[in-house]
T-cell receptor, first 113, second 113 residues
Framework: GAGVSQTPSNKVTEKGKYVELRCDPI?????LYWYRQSLGQGPEFLIY????????DSGLPNDRFFAVRPEGSVSTLKIQRTERGDSAVYLCASSLDRGAEQYFGPGTRLTVT | GENVEQHPSTLSVQEGDSAVIKCTYSDSASNYFPWYKQELGKRPQLIIDIRSNVGEKKDQRIAVTLNKTAKHFSLHITETQPEDSAVYFCAARPNFGNEKLTFGTGTRLTIIP
């Protein structure tokens, strides 16, 4: 079946602009996660959704970052007033339910110039 | 919070030899330990995982061992092949209900033909 998909695959934006990154989880997966991966590092947790609600947003670095999952499927990560330090690969993962294995999407490479 | 350390950061082995990657974790409540393989520019792929109720798990050429007392776990790849070349990440997750994965910093494995 289809895996986790993310769009766009690449996004270049100017400092100060607003961006939205989209994640389509595996069909039927109730849990969805966002991670951020900088060059040469492991993924770092940002936020976790169980259904429509954000169950844990402790990894969001500041209030410029926000994520939604209004219908319990597709999720959008939103970044306001982007900064050069936001440049990274943003990974989405989904799992069948809490406690299950997490499967990653291909990521969106965000570059802030 | 959880802290995961991984070593070595780079590892080169002759094709056909074995490779071992080691990780330690800090939170004694962690009970789930997955390993991901990430090829250049690709998504992290779950290759094997272990839960705290077992000490070892094997899947063909890949095995993982867990020592909860010492808080460390290891990935073992036998009969290595060129396609095993990639970056490998270990991760740990606390008790059920806390779903975020904390990743190690990765090991770049190179198989020398």
């Amino acid at each position: 079946g289809a895996g986790v998909s993310q769009t766009p695959s690449n996004k270049v934006t100017e400092k100060g602009k607003y961006v939205e990154l989209r994640c389509d989880p595996i069909s039927g997966h109730t849990a969805l996660y966002w991670y951020r991966q900088s060059l040469g590092q492991g993924p770092e947790f940002l936020i976790y959704f169980q259904g429509t609600g954000a169950a844990d947003d402790s990894g969001l670095p500041n209030d410029r970052f926000f994520a939604v999952r209004p219908e319990g499927s597709v999720s959008t990560l939103k970044i306001q007033r982007t900064e050069r330090g936001d440049s990274a690969v943003y990974l989405c993962a989904s799992s069948l339910d809490r406690g299950a294995e997490q499967y990653f999407g291909p990521g969106t490479r965000l570059t802030v110039t | 919070g959880e802290n995961v350390e991984q070593h070595p950061s780079t590892l080169s082995v002759q094709e056909g030899d074995s490779a071992v990657i080691k990780c330690t974790y800090s939170d004694s409540a962690s009970n789930y330990f997955p390993w991901y393989k990430q090829e250049l520019g690709k998504r992290p792929q779950l290759i094997i995982d272990i839960r705290s109720n077992v000490g070892e798990k094997k899947d063909q050429r890949i095995a993982v061992t867990l020592n909860k007392t010492a808080k460390h776990f290891s990935l073992h790849i036998t009969e290595t092949q060129p396609e095993d070349s990639a970056v490998y990440f270990c991760a740990a997750r606390p008790n059920f209900g806390n779903e975020k994965l904390t990743f190690g910093t990765g090991t770049r494995l190179t198989i020398i033909p």
